[in-house]
């Protein structure tokens, strides 16, 4: 059983940078297609980034060149580096995992969750 806890959330000015951590315990990352979604009050969870078992990573438009996804395999954790970040980020962001090889950027696909931190951008 995969378990998976968020931290780094918080308050930010627009422009500033955040940096967001998810450790794992239960299954080694880099065994893992794990992603970053997020989600705004009224608003359906939406894909932000993902990175594949073998290192490939993709990022939704809306934050390409802003926010970058990487895995620490020493310390079994997910991390998402927000960079320039605007009020559109503010969200609760949620960490996830798909038991799986093949990696694909829908929230359905996943099979276990955090439980959110929260980001604000004013």
């Known amino acids: 059983h995969v378990q998976l806890v968020e931290s780094g959330g918080g308050s930010a000015q627009a422009g500033e940078s955040l940096r967001l951590s998810c450790a794992a315990s239960?299954?080694?990352?880099?065994?893992?297609?794990m992603g970053w979604f997020r989600q705004a009050p009224g608003k359906e969870r939406e894909f932000v980034a993902r990175?594949?078992?073998?290192?490939?990573?993709d990022t939704a438009d809306s934050v390409k060149g802003r926010f970058t996804i990487s895995r620490g395999n020493a310390d079994n954790t997910l991390y998402l580096q927000m960079n320039s970040l605007k009020p559109d980020d503010s969200a609760m962001y949620y960490c996830?995992?798909?038991?799986?090889?093949?990696?694909?950027?829908?929230?359905?696909?996943?099979?276990?969750w955090g439980q959110g931190t929260q980001v604000t951008v004013s």
């Open positions: 996830a995992v798909r038991l799986s090889s093949v990696c694909y950027n829908r929230a359905e696909t996943f099979e276990y």
């Open positions: 239960g299954y080694t990352v880099s065994r893992l297609c």
């Open positions: 990175i594949s078992v073998v290192g490939t990573t």
